[in-house]
């Protein structure tokens, strides 16, 4: 920007490749020239809280009440704030939030775990920061972010726990980057603003990959039970015996009634004779088939040392919208 010059009427500025001008400061130019300056609002950011996942323990009896904090920086002026959950190192908010965006180049996502301590000041449990110039406009980025005590200083090797969150940039005014292929006129901002809440949401267990062993055989008795985590609503797939690879090729259907804030979740148990022993979950959102409609994918097993979980989602709308 080329250096400014002020009197108390007058603005003034030189560059070697500019021709000194000068501008009332009480004219419209001036006005005009000072809005110029300003940054304005180049998209939006919608973040999702999803999940963390052993969280370090903050209290000497019991479990830390974890909650979050999440701003777009450097400036902190407009934080925005998750429920707490008590007494749980793997706490689940599912909490959506949107940020406006100025500048990609400068700014990053901010998010900061606490433990709330009720009338004391709540104790930070570890931080992370996403640079928003790394977002690919119009794609959901699903991803976890290692938490430290000190952004600016941190430690080598230091774990805190991890923090799932699920991000979708929007740019304003760009309609052609986010055209379906099938030629739908509408920008992911204008979705999200109608989206089809209510629905079907079509459920294709397709397999599994490297479970670990849960037999003294080595082997193990796979079954995936399915649940939507706002209604409660449970499907059991058939158990397929002596597998740590199982297909299934099942399909289940769930009625949603409000597809931005409900979850899947998927836990995978060894059937035994006499009961069951857990084997490790799957998490996710609806966000993405919300938006493409149906996708095919493989998800990481959360609690085992390995083992993927390979699903098909569909989503079929009721014609009821949300309001704008």
């Not at 108390?8 to 560059?15: A, H, P, V, Y």
């Not at 998209?43 to 963390?52: F, G, P, S």
């Not at 304003?172 to 999200?192: P, T, W």
């Not at 797939?237 to 998927?266: C, H, K, Y």
Request: charged letters at 25%; aromatic letters at 8%.
């Amino acid at each position: 920007m080329p250096p400014l010059h002020l009197n108390s009427s007058l603005i003034t500025f030189r560059s070697p490749s500019f021709t000194e001008s000068t501008i009332p400061l009480h004219s419209s130019s001036y006005i005009q020239f000072v809005s110029d300056l300003e940054l304005k609002p180049m998209a939006t950011l919608e973040v999702k809280l999803i999940q963390a996942h052993a969280l370090t323990n903050k209290d000497l009896i019991g479990k830390s009440d974890p909650f979050g904090k999440l701003y777009i920086g450097p400036e902190r002026s407009k934080t925005q704030t998750s429920k707490i959950i008590d007494n749980d190192l793997n706490p689940i908010w599912n909490e959506h939030f949107e940020f406006v965006v100025e500048d990609t180049s400068t700014q990053h996502l901010t998010v900061e775990i606490y433990d709330d301590d009720g009338l004391q000041a709540a104790e930070l449990i570890g931080c992370a920061q996403v640079k928003l110039n790394e977002l690919e406009p119009g794609k959901v980025k699903d991803e976890w972010l290692t938490l430290v005590e000190n952004l600016e200083t941190p430690k080598e090797d230091e774990n805190q726990g991890k923090v799932r969150v699920e991000l979708l940039y929007c740019p304003n005014g760009v309609k052609e980057m986010f055209l379906k292929d099938d030629g739908e006129n509408a920008d992911v901002v204008d979705k999200k603003k109608r989206l089809v809440i209510r629905g079907v949401l079509s459920v294709t267990v397709i397999s599994a990959e490297d479970l670990p062993p849960a037999d003294l055989s080595g082997k193990a008795d796979p079954f995936v039970v399915l649940t939507m985590k706002k209604t409660l609503a449970k499907h059991k797939t058939s158990v397929v015996n002596q597998n740590l690879n199982p297909t299934w090729n099942e399909t289940f259907d769930f009625v949603v009634e409000d597809g931005l804030r409900d979850m899947l979740i998927a836990n995978i148990w060894d059937h035994d004779t006499f009961g069951k022993d857990y084997m490790g979950k799957c998490i996710l959102t609806l966000t993405r088939v919300l938006l493409e409609g149906e996708y095919e994918d493989s998800f990481q097993v959360e609690s085992p040392k390995s083992g993927k979980l390979n699903l098909n989602l569909k989503w079929s709308a009721q014609p009821i919208q949300r309001k704008s």
